[in-house]
């Protein structure tokens, strides 16, 4: 089908929040409060650090501040991988944490095992399907880094499975798939506003107070206690927890480490029951390509296909604007793509596209910190990983908070920071001719560049 055509009728907002279901907004706060420990942002960052809070200390006085509704930014935007790693991969860890790999992969296996546990425990039902993740090779040389820790990954005892071409067919039945890997347990399905959505009822029915549509304007600390000013009133507790994701921070220090990347996705209309035959998908993995800008996809509980990534989009000078959510240049380029991978599906029409702003620093993945003499923490810079890294970052800021040193706060990821982006207007060129050179590695058989190799000899070792 012509991708115009396939696009003509698509909803112009994000699937998951486009929901009957979806609840109505809390309340604003209109006064000013004490609370034992403030937590800004109502993403996944801040209503896994309101809830584990509470977890931890039933008697806590917990206020959560969302400027907007619960899950509207990242959280209600993303292709819903609740994915093991806590490091953008085992790759990314073994570049930057080799000493500490083994802790890092067991740390987020349990990670997600917890996240499972508390879904059952507090009745969420966000479709949750750990069918885990096949990772496919679309080109010769992707089949090489697909295979190239295997060793390391038998050795870590991680559910792995090397598939050939005829076996990843038989996953998932494309003609453009030369090998995989299955990544059996470490990924789950789910859809990321109802779990919000779940962990938002949960966080009430512990007594937590959520607070939609009052945005914290600015923070004053007195020494003592910090001072959280919406435009309607305001909050001042002990503690605070930052989880505002890469929008303009509270904390200045910030707006050096993280910048802003646009991702983009569609949905179509539900496969019918021959169209899925066609397909294969028994055992409805996610799935992500090899290449540098690659493509992850999904089925969701009715059968739909999320189709999303390859082009992540910066724009020059950082700004984030509700324009961006949409760019239609992107959203032909990813129906072209998603027949191309799939030409059994050339009948299929897509419901939604959207975009959403990406938190990216230059490690890939989370860093974590400290300021106002240890009153206020923050995580940052998911690279859109989120989904389950966000929860051990929540249990991060609360260790850092409390004082005590724990397993999660000794490690070297937790305690060191990435490599700050340049000023504008020189951060901009930076990452446009970053973004082209990889580019070019995927139309040259996945080869670097000099740029690319300068920044990989420099530790950034941008790949996606």
Known sequence: MDPLKALADAERKPYWLDNPARPEPQERLTDHTAADLAVVGGGFSGLWTALMAKERDPSLDVVLLEGRRIGWAATGRNG??????????LANALERWPEDVGRLERMGVANLDEIEATLERHGIDCSFERTGE???????????????????????GLDYVPLDQRQVRAE?????????????????????ARLAWGLREACLRLGVRVYERSPVRSLRDDGVRIELRTPLGGVTAPKVALGTGVFPPLLRRLKHFVVPVYDYALMTEPLSADQLAA???????????SGNRFHYYRLTDDNRVLWGGYDAVYYNGGLVRPEYDQRDETFETLAQHFYDTFPQLDEVRFTHRWGGVID??????????QA???????????????????????????????????????LRMVKEKPVPFPPEPVRSGVIQVT???????????????????????????FDS
Not at 175 to 182: D, E, K, V
């Open 279 to 289: 397909v294969g998908w028994h055992n409805r993995q996610g799935v992500g390509d």
């Open 372 to 410: 106002h003499g240890g009153r206020l923490a923050y995580g940052v810079g998911y690279t859109g990983m989120g989904v389950g890294a966000t929860r051990f970052g929540a249990n991060v800021m609360l260790d850092l908070l409390s004082g005590e040193p724990t397993e999660r706060t000794e």
């Open 172 to 192: 998932v039945n494309s003609p453009t798939y030369l090998g995989g890997l299955w990544e059996r347990s470490g990924c789950a399905m789910l859809d990321p």
């Open 80 to 89: 819903g991988f609740c994915m093991a790693t806590l490091t953008h991969g």
């Open 435 to 461: 973004r082209w050179s990889i580019a070019q590695a995927d139309q040259h058989q996945g080869r670097r560049n000099l740029w690319l190799r300068a920044l990989d000899r420099m530790g950034l070792g």
């Open 134 to 156: 096949l990772h496919v090779a679309t080109e010769p040389w992707q089949l090489d880094g697909l295979s190239e820790h295997l060793d390391l990954i038998t050795e870590l």
């Open 360 to 369: 990216t620093c230059s490690r890939f993945s989370a860093f974590y910190g």
